[in-house]
């Protein structure tokens, strides 16, 4: 039930912008979820924030490494049509900035695949540092 609660926490506060959050829950999650051999993996920190996002299953159909044209968006969230809750595009980068995790989203316009789904979309960027284990979020709102 924890990991539900922690869940749905996640989401609020990736809706509600809480970039500081964000970091800390899915640097929580890494930790407590990740191998200690597959810590540096992208793979896995992939399937983390799958896990991590788990709960959202109930408002969104998640897609990882979804084809948009121009490469692969990492995680896509399209609200289920019973949904009130925006569209989410999450962008992971190790190494470098969470900007540079947006701007990726932007130049290759991953919204544009999940725009006909929704109104507002929620982008995420998430870096993690593979020499300190600390994550970083930067979390824009687009508004239709």
């Known amino acids: 039930m924890n990991a539900i609660r922690s869940s749905d926490e996640l989401i609020e506060a990736t809706i509600n912008g809480d970039e500081e959050k ?3 829950m899915v640097e929580k999650a890494h930790d407590e979820n990740a191998s200690v051999i597959g810590y540096n993996n992208e ?8 896990l991590a996002y788990y709960s959202a299953r109930k408002e969104y159909i998640i897609h990882r490494e979804l084809a948009t044209g121009k490469g692969f968006a990492d995680l896509v969230f ?4 019973t949904s009130d809750k925006p569209a989410m595009v999450i962008e992971l980068k190790w190494d ?3 900007d540079t995790a947006i701007e990726q989203i932007k130049r290759r316009q991953y919204t544009d695949k999940v725009s006909e789904y929704t ?6 960027g998430i870096s993690y540092d593979t020499e300190t284990k600390s994550h970083s979020c930067i979390i824009e709102k687009i508004t239709k």
């Open 96 to 98: 470098k900035s969470a």
């Open 119 to 124: 109104g507002d979309i929620i982008l995420v």
């Open 43 to 50: 793979t896995s920190l992939s399937c983390v924030i799958s």
């Open 78 to 81: 399209i609200p289920r049509k």
């Open 22 to 24: 964000v970091a800390k």
